[in-house]
């Protein structure tokens, strides 16, 4: 029998960031909150909207008043705003000023990722945000957190149909517009079990 230095044959691992977490001696998250459209450094184009949907209902379901993302989205691109990435360009006291805001959440999709190369895959999703008072510019809590899954096989009959599986469900995803859901979830739950009650 051949042996193999791998004890398991498959290995499921969920992997965590473990960032620091910043919230301002002055935090306040009363009023509205604006969930700006996302940043993304990732090579993903449906990832960005995913991750936002996900951000609003985990606000919504803590008690936040969240503005609707179509609402913001307009008066942002009345301004000539259509890109997370742009927002950089002004300041939060305008957004605020357009959107109807009293507090405004910043974020960037950091990773949004597959590996798949038989013997070993990882599913990657990697999210920092900010939330920052309209009014004044100051920020009120920034963190970044991940959700991540991997799956290690010690044999090629395994790896071979690992890698069938990976790239199906990638496909499938792909089709349906909701990419790395578990991960998604995963990483935003993480995100928002950071806030401070309110």
Request: include cysteine; hydrophobic fraction near 40%; aromatic fraction near 8%.
């Given at each position: ?25 002055e935090y ?6 604006a ?11 449906d990832?960005p909207a ?8 985990g606000?919504?379901r803590r008690g936040?008043?969240?503005?609707p ?24 006291q305008k ?6 805001a ?6 960037t ?11 070993y895959a990882?599913?990657r999703?990697?999210?920092f ?13 920034e963190?970044e957190r991940?959700g991540?899954?991997?799956?290690v096989?010690a044999?090629?009959k ?7 599986v990976q ?30 009650y309110?």
């Amino acid at each position: 029998m051949r042996r193999t230095w791998l004890a398991a044959s498959l290995v499921l691992l969920a992997g965590c960031s473990a960032s620091k977490v910043y919230v301002a001696p002055e935090y306040v998250s009363s009023g509205k909150v604006a969930v700006l459209p996302m940043d993304n450094e990732s090579n993903d184009l449906d990832g960005p909207a995913f991750i936002r949907t996900l951000i609003l209902q985990g606000l919504a379901r803590r008690g936040f008043r969240v503005l609707p993302p179509q609402q913001i989205d307009e008066q942002l691109k009345v301004q000539g705003f259509t890109d997370g990435g742009q927002l950089r360009a002004t300041t939060p006291q305008k957004i605020g000023e357009w959107t109807g805001a009293d507090t405004l959440l910043y974020s960037t999709l950091e990773d949004f990722d597959y590996i798949n190369i038989g013997f070993y895959a990882q599913r990657r999703v990697k999210i920092f945000s900010r939330l920052v008072d309209a009014k004044t510019g100051t920020k009120l809590w920034e963190a970044e957190r991940e959700g991540t899954t991997r799956v290690v096989v010690a044999d090629k009959k395994q790896a071979e149909q690992q890698f069938a599986v990976q790239l199906a469900a990638k496909a499938v995803e792909k089709m349906t517009h909701l990419p790395l859901q578990f991960e998604s979830r995963m990483a935003v739950e993480r995100l928002l079990n950071t806030l401070p009650y309110r």
